[in-house]
């Protein structure tokens, strides 16, 4: 199993630009979740899904989009990047109640 | 929401030496709380968790206990060893919400040889 898989793994991208990252899982979770972690924030959630067709917002949506057409892919859109969304980026998924999430490898964005 | 509280923000020990990080969280309806180490430059993963019917948990040289009136909780790493070294966050789930964690700013922990 691949298990939570997210590309690209590095992006620099130009302030007004806009880009997805992708994110991918082979386990049949339902719960998908982006996260970002920036230096002494830890990891704040930006939106996640409990399923199929089911998004809802995080603590920190503006500037992101997501969708979920299928179980498997969770992608996040930056619709105008700007160089506060620099951060590193984190898909994860679970099976949901009391059980753990598993993250994929991250991505590291950088604006400018 | 949920918020989850977490210290100290770095913690530096030596080889040998016990390290303790501490959680609070806010919403009483939290019966999930697991811990996960992240090394530099990769991804979160799991090390071990704690359900609200459990008061302590142990695996090996790290343990978990969880106080329920207080709403806190903590990790206990004992005989540190360098590759303990790392950042570790603590999170909570919400009984009946989204099952999504909720997680604390992280504790980088250094271990000194």
């Known amino acids: 199993n691949a298990g939570v898989t997210q590309t690209p793994k590095f992006q620099v991208l130009k302030t007004g630009q806009s880009m997805t990252l992708q994110c991918a899982q082979d386990m049949n979770h339902e719960y998908m979740s982006w996260y970002r972690q920036d230096p002494g924030m830890g990891l704040r959630l930006i939106h996640y899904?409990?399923?199929?067709?089911?998004?809802d917002q995080g603590e920190v949506p503006n500037g992101y989009n997501v969708s979920r057409s299928t179980t498997e892919d969770f992608p996040l859109r930056l619709l105008s990047a700007a160089p506060s969304q620099t951060s590193v980026y984190f898909c994860?998924?679970?099976?949901?109640?009391?059980?753990?999430?598993?993250f994929g490898q991250g991505t590291r964005l950088t604006v400018v | 929401g949920e918020n989850v509280e977490q210290h100290p923000s770095t913690l530096s020990v030596q080889e040998g030496d016990s390290a303790v990080i501490k959680c609070t969280y806010s919403d009483s309806a939290s019966n999930y709380f697991p811990w996960y180490k992240q090394e530099l430059g990769k991804r979160p993963q799991l090390i071990i968790d704690?359900?609200?019917?459990?008061g302590e948990k142990k695996d090996q040289r790290i343990a978990v206990t969880l106080n329920k009136t207080a709403k806190h909780f903590s990790l206990h790493i004992t005989e540190t060893q360098p590759e303990d070294s790392a950042v570790y966050f603590c999170?909570?789930?919400?009984?009946?919400?989204?099952?999504?964690?909720?997680f604390g700013r992280g504790t980088s922990l250094i271990v000194h040889p």
């Open positions: 704690i359900r609200s019917n459990v």
């Open positions: 899904s409990v399923g199929a067709g089911i998004t």
């Open positions: 994860a998924s679970s099976y949901g109640e009391n059980t753990e999430a598993f």
């Open positions: 999170a909570s789930q919400v009984a009946g919400g989204s099952y999504i964690p909720t």
